[in-house]
């Protein structure tokens, strides 16, 4: 049997949200995911960049997180497939106080259906304003949906920060007030990504150059993202070197490539952790709640680029 002949239906729904105009490590995110065939794509949300971020100094950055998108859907012929939803402009501008958006809108109505046995999972690789905003407007969604995240500082006890940073991660960065509404308030099942785990997916020049440039329109609107980014940041002082970081590929890994029986990312390591509260600095505070979250410790580079390689070069070859 060919593995061309393997029938795989769709087993859980999934809403995508991510900063598309910001890092390109979405945009491998985004096409893996629509390359899935065990997932329902629900919805794609374009959400915002903390401001002044220098990736996209616009102003609109999830305007431009929308327009990425549906670029991206067109290189794959796909505009027609997965409705694409802008999230809020801006992070929350009182705690406590939601931000309505099409965005929000969409969560709310995907989580509270009533016809579909699939789970719902919001997989987000980017700030929570958008899922915090849902849950503060119709807090019964919590119980009806999974929060994978890329973000948070690391937990002291399990790792270390990288050695030439301070203060909140990145994707937590773009909204703290948010992330501490969604890890204080609420008690959505989280799985959490936290930085020293999605900084473990690491793939090189030289591997994007073999194995991903080669799968026609679309390995080379993927690489050619990634090879713009110096020219974004033109400070003579920047170097890269030959390795970049696609931190939100584990988004797929823990939806779309969980183990066959008892589906679950089983080749990949967590640990349960008590839910704690989020400092405005980034760090952890007392516990809040009830209950534990998933912290994820490793993750399974074979299986997540093995699979992302294999899926490009199939949709190359079919043209």
């Known amino acids: 049997m060919s593995d061309r ?75 027609d497939s997965v409705p694409v ?26 989580a509270m259906r009533d016809d579909s046995e699939l789970p719902l999972y919001v997989v987000c690789g980017a700030g929570l304003t958008d899922l915090a905003s849902a849950l ?38 773009i909204d703290v007030p948010a992330a501490q509404y969604v890890f204080g308030e609420t008690e959505i099942p989280i799985w959490q990504v936290p ?46 070197g030959e390795v970049y970081i696609l931190g939100d590929s584990p988004l797929v890994l823990f939806t779309a490539l969980q183990s066959s029986f008892h589906p679950d990312p089983a080749s990949s390591d967590y640990v349960l952790h008590r839910r704690l509260s989020i400092r405005d600095d980034g760090s952890y505070g007392k516990p809040v709640g009830r209950g534990e979250i998933r912290v994820y410790t490793k993750i399974d580079t074979r299986l997540l680029f093995g699979d992302l390689f294999a899926k490009l070069r199939r949709f190359a070859a079919r043209g």
């Open 195 to 240: 930085r020293n785990v999605y900084r473990q997916a690491a793939v090189s020049y030289a591997e994007l150059e073999e194995s991903v440039l080669p799968c026609g329109e679309l390995g080379r609107f993927l690489v050619a993202a990634i090879a713009e980014v110096p020219g974004r940041f033109p400070s003579p002082a920047l170097k890269l």
């Open 85 to 110: 939803y802008q999230g809020a402009p801006t992070a929350l501008v009182r705690p406590r106080e939601p931000l309505a958006s099409e965005a929000v809108r969409t969560i709310i109505a995907e």
């Open 136 to 173: 503060m407007i119709e807090p019964a969604i919590a119980r009806r949906m999974t929060l994978v995240w890329i973000g948070g500082n690391e937990y002291p006890e399990l790792a270390l920060p990288p050695p030439d940073v301070e203060g909140p991660e990145y994707n937590l960065n």
């Open 5 to 79: 002949e393997f029938k795989v239906a769709p087993r859980m729904r999934v809403i995508v949200d991510n900063d598309f105009s910001g890092d390109p490590d979405d945009l491998f995110q985004m096409a893996h995911h629509l390359l899935s065939p065990s997932v329902e794509i629900r919805g794609i949300i374009g959400s915002h960049l903390r401001a002044g971020d220098s990736w996209d100094k616009t102003g609109r950055s999830a305007e431009d997180a929308v327009a990425r998108a549906k670029e991206l859907l067109g290189v794959m012929g796909m505009e």
